[in-house]
């Protein structure tokens, strides 16, 4: 019961179904999901190791709601990660990850051409899901999926595409990426996986700073 309301909770979370700074009611979630109030409380334990909570005594538990600082050293660490997954990918040669990254590609093109946002965004999350896969090391892969939870970044992605031109931009870096690691120049790819990565914190950044986070991203605490 436990692991069941931890992995719909967690869901909820990173998919932006509850807003950063939603108070979570102990008695409410322990009546939804039929359980006692015991399940409830060591879940929400759980999700606050991963960053996903704050649990603050005598006040209630909430969303966590990130800083700027910490969105910024997420990102770094996201830097880091798939700038190395990059660099493995390259040294792989042809795997299965590289046909479904071209097939990723051509619907992202297609995306951004209908000007379809939202589609995009799913791509974009897709694109580097794969990257990490493709990288073939279980150990990246585990510290990833941690650091992507604590982001939440579905319910950041379409704070970043909401700049101007940053579509285009993010789907052509994609595409560079994906040819220096067809030409299995690990060094390039990683840097240039990076150089995105540090795109994409930028326009977030500006996107939180100008209000045009997507419905339902609270404002950053500074």
Do not use: C, W
């Not at 800083?67 to 040294?91: D, Q, V």
Request: net charge negative; hydrophobic share 40%; aromatic share 4%.
């Amino acid at each position: 019961m436990q692991a069941r309301v931890i992995a719909a909770m967690r869901q909820r979370i990173i998919n932006g179904d509850i807003v950063p700074g939603t108070p979570l009611s102990e008695f409410a979630l322990a009546e939804e999901f039929g359980v006692s109030r015991t399940p409830v409380r060591e879940a929400l334990k759980q999700l606050q190791t991963e960053g996903l909570v704050e649990i603050r005594p005598r006040v209630g538990t909430f969303v966590t709601t990130p800083s700027r600082r910490e969105i910024t050293e997420l990102f770094e660490m996201k830097e880091l990660l798939e700038g190395a997954a990059a660099r493995l990918l390259a040294r792989r040669g042809r795997v299965a990850e590289i046909d479904m990254l071209e097939r990723n590609l051509r619907e992202a093109d297609e995306a951004v051409q209908r000007d379809d946002r939202e589609r995009y965004a799913e791509l974009v999350q897709e694109f580097h899901d794969l990257l990490i896969a493709g990288a073939d090391n279980s150990k990246l892969e585990a510290h990833y999926r941690m650091l992507m939870n604590q982001l939440a970044y579905s319910r950041l992605v379409n704070t970043s595409l909401s700049q101007p031109g940053r579509a285009l931009q993010s789907d052509r870096e994609h595409h560079l990426v994906l040819e220096l690691i067809l030409e299995k120049d690990g060094d390039s790819a990683e840097h240039v996986m990076r150089e995105h990565v540090r795109a994409s914190r930028r326009a977030l950044l500006a996107g939180l700073s100008t209000g045009s986070s997507n419905e339902g991203f609270g404002t950053a605490r500074s």
